[in-house]
């Protein structure tokens, strides 16, 4: 018998969450964003949204690129995600738990909080840069934990190490965007990097 994800009891209440809807509208700013600083474009591209869950991000890419693979490995996160692609008419969206297996056949892949969590870091960003065509973008957020420290997330220095790593150019990582939230500011990371 599968084990049970662990987010799999998060996916019933995870998009009545008001902290997680903001989170995912400031996540998708920043990537426009970045997509105009670096002159790419979502409209018609291939994206792999790693680490999707219900599509919070997922739900703001699938009216504007061509074909986006939303990837997790909580099963009831991604039948929420379903759901909303029946619902909606997303033909373009495909939901599963496993990585796709084409190489170099994405122009964008997206990481929304996923990768701190990520048994081996490196390894996974290396094993998704190599679904990237030659000058598509990597991005991730994540939170920033202190280097030495025991907290969640990563560092500037672990992202700026895995990224290149995986022979990313261009790579930068900085403060994402700041919302203010019952509060508490939320200031999580972004790594991007683009593949030569």
């Not at 105009?36 to 680490?51: M, P, S």
């Not at 909606?88 to 599963?96: D, I, K, L």
């Not at 796709?100 to 122009?107: E, I, L």
Request: aromatic share 8%.
């Amino acid at each position: 018998m599968l084990e049970a994800d662990p987010w799999d009891e998060y996916a019933g209440t995870w998009d009545d969450d008001p902290a997680a809807r903001a989170y995912a509208t400031a996540t998708f700013a920043s990537f426009q964003d970045v997509l105009a600083q670096r002159d790419l474009d979502l409209v018609g591209a291939a994206v792999c949204d790693f680490g999707s869950g219900t599509g919070l991000l997922t739900e703001r890419l699938a009216d504007l690129a061509a074909q986006i693979d939303a990837v997790d490995t909580s099963s009831a996160m991604l039948a929420v995600l379903d759901a909303k692609v029946e619902a909606h008419g997303w033909t373009a969206v495909r939901t599963s738990t496993a990585l796709p297996n084409s190489q170099a056949s994405h122009d964008l892949i997206v990481c929304s909080s996923v990768c701190s969590f990520l048994p081996d870091y490196p390894g996974t960003v290396s094993t998704l840069v190599a679904l990237l065509r030659p000058g598509g973008l990597f991005v991730q957020w994540d939170w920033e934990a202190e280097p030495g420290s025991d907290d969640h997330g990563l560092s500037r220095d672990e992202i700026t190490s895995a990224l290149g790593a995986a022979d990313l150019i261009d790579v930068r990582v900085d403060t994402a965007f700041e919302i203010a939230f019952e509060g508490e500011t939320i200031r999580p990371l972004i790594g991007v990097g683009q593949k030569r």
